[in-house]
C-alpha cells in the first residue's frame, strides 16, 4: 500500500514536536500508509517526551500530553528500523544533492575522476555508505525508495550542513523535533528543492514527491 502524495502540517492543531515528528516519520517511511505513519510519529514523540522528562526531571508535559502512556514495546518496534533508514535517506540526498546542484547551474564537489555527472557515477561513489554492493543495488534498496521524499532529504541534509558550518557539530536528523528553527528551515529547503525538481529535466519523477505543507 502506498502513502498519499501530500502531507498537511498544521501548526494550529499541532504542536511543533508533533510537526517535527510527522516529518521524521514521513523521512524515514514514505511508502506506508498514512495510518502507519501516524502510529511511527506518535512513537517519535512519546520517546522526545520522554527524553525531555529524563533530562529535565519535569513530569508536566509529559502527564498532559496524550503520548505518555505509549507502551514501550510499541515504541522500539515502530523506531527500530529509523537509523537505518534516515541513513540510506542521506546518502540519497547526497545523490539528489549533485543532481540538484547540477540543474541550477552550480558545479558540485565531485573526485576529478568522474568525467560525467550520470546517476550510475553518482550510486558508484556512494554506494559504500549505504552498504551496498554495487550502483544497481544502491538505486533499488536506496535511491528508489527514497524518491517521494527525495526534497525532504536533501533539505534535511543541507539544514544540517549549515548547522555545522555554524560550528554545531552535533546537529542531525533528530533536530527536526526538538529544535523549531530547524525545522523551519528544513520546510523551506523542501519547497525550494521541490520547484527544482519541477522545473529541470532530472531523474526523479515529480509527480511522485510528496508534497509537504504548513498550514496555518
Known sequence: MSSSR?????????????CGAALLALLAFPSVTDAERAEIAASLC???LRAKFEESGDANELVKAKYAFRDGRTIRKDLKTIDR???D?????KVAMALLQRSVG????LPSSMKRLSLNQLAELVMGEANQSSPENFET???????PVIHLAAAVAVAINDREQMGEKRTSYGNLIADVEFMFNVLRYTKEHEIIIKNNKL????????SIQLAK
Do not use: C, D, G, Y
Not at 535517506?89 to 540526498?93: D, N, S, T, Y
Not at 531523474?203 to 510528496?210: D, E, Q, S
Open 6 to 18: 501530500a502531507l498537511v502540517l498544521t501548526a494550529r492543531n499541532q504542536t511543533f514536536f508533533e
Open 46 to 48: 512519546s520517546a522526545h
Open 85 to 87: 533508514l534516515v541513513r
Open 89 to 93: 535517506r542521506m546518502v540519497a540526498a
Open 106 to 109: 552550480h558545479r558540485p564537489k
Open 141 to 147: 534498496r536506496v535511491w528508489r525508495p527514497s524518491l
Open 203 to 210: 531523474p526523479i519523477n515529480a509527480k511522485k514527491l510528496v
